[in-house]
């Protein structure tokens, strides 16, 4: 199942959603070169993606297996939800982010919403490193970081309509499925995925899914705005300048 859009309407103007889609977009054409120098985007993943034996210590500096480039430690954890392994990679996370990213900054308000991204992404980072200590393969992506976005959004709308289309072999179809079957099916793919694969099989950082997802789950009660999501849930709608801080808070 593949989300291509959901049903549900949002107030506030996604200002930071959007500013997080144009962020990622910039530095992998600025950074990274747009994925067209396989020697830039190789020496970028090495610099700013997060590798768990150089965050962990068990590997010594300059180890051969190491990136040469060498990296920011424990400050990759942060750069490296900003970098991504090419254009399939990039499209698919800031299309995830677009869908469900508005609703949940909707709910939590501009600066909470920022908040809550940054620490699920880290939450995300932490997970896969502790789920392979010893690796020495960088990790960079978004989607720890919109797992969490997804997390939350599973607790907040589980009955929003999602449209998504169903791919069984050749067959598709459009199909309209509550937001709670969408994300579930996802969580127990990422779930199976590493069971299977392993915690990085093919080259997908499945426990950085998990831990941002869970992390989500755990967090939105902390970070939602209850005046935002009390006026969603009663299909109520507040004028602007009656939001407390014009919901940047």
Excluded at 21 to 33: K, N
């Amino acid at each position: 199942m593949f989300p291509l859009y959901d049903k549900n309407p949002t107030e506030l103007f996604p200002f930071v959603t959007l500013t997080l889609m144009f962020a990622c977009v910039a530095v992998w054409v600025l950074v990274q070169g747009g994925g067209f120098d396989e020697s830039l985007l190789s020496a970028s993943i090495c610099t700013f993606g997060a590798i768990p034996a150089e965050v962990t210590g068990t590997v010594a500096a300059g180890d051969p297996r190491v990136c040469e480039m060498g990296g920011y430690t424990w400050g990759a954890l942060l750069t490296s939800m900003f970098m991504h392994g090419g254009w399939i990679h990039l499209v698919g996370n800031m299309w995830f982010l677009w869908i469900f990213g508005n609703n949940v900054e909707d709910s939590m308000g501009h600066l909470r919403f920022l908040l809550f991204y940054v620490i699920c992404g880290l939450a995300a980072s932490a997970a896969h490193v502790f789920s392979a200590p010893g690796s020495t393969i960088p990790t960079v992506g978004a989607s720890g970081a919109i797992g969490g976005i997804m997390g939350a959004y599973f607790l907040l709308y589980p009955r929003a309509r999602v449209v998504t289309l169903l791919v069984i072999i050749i067959y598709l179809k459009l199909i309209n499925v509550p937001a709670w079957v969408m994300l579930g099916y996802w969580f127990l793919i990422q779930v199976l995925s590493s069971t299977v694969q392993g915690p990085a099989g093919g080259g997908v950082a499945f426990w950085a899914h998990i831990g941002g997802f869970l992390a989500g789950i755990l967090l939105v009660k902390v970070f939602e705005n209850e005046q935002l999501v009390s006026a969603k849930r009663r299909g109520v709608r507040i004028p602007r300048d009656q939001i407390r801080f014009g919901g940047w808070v």
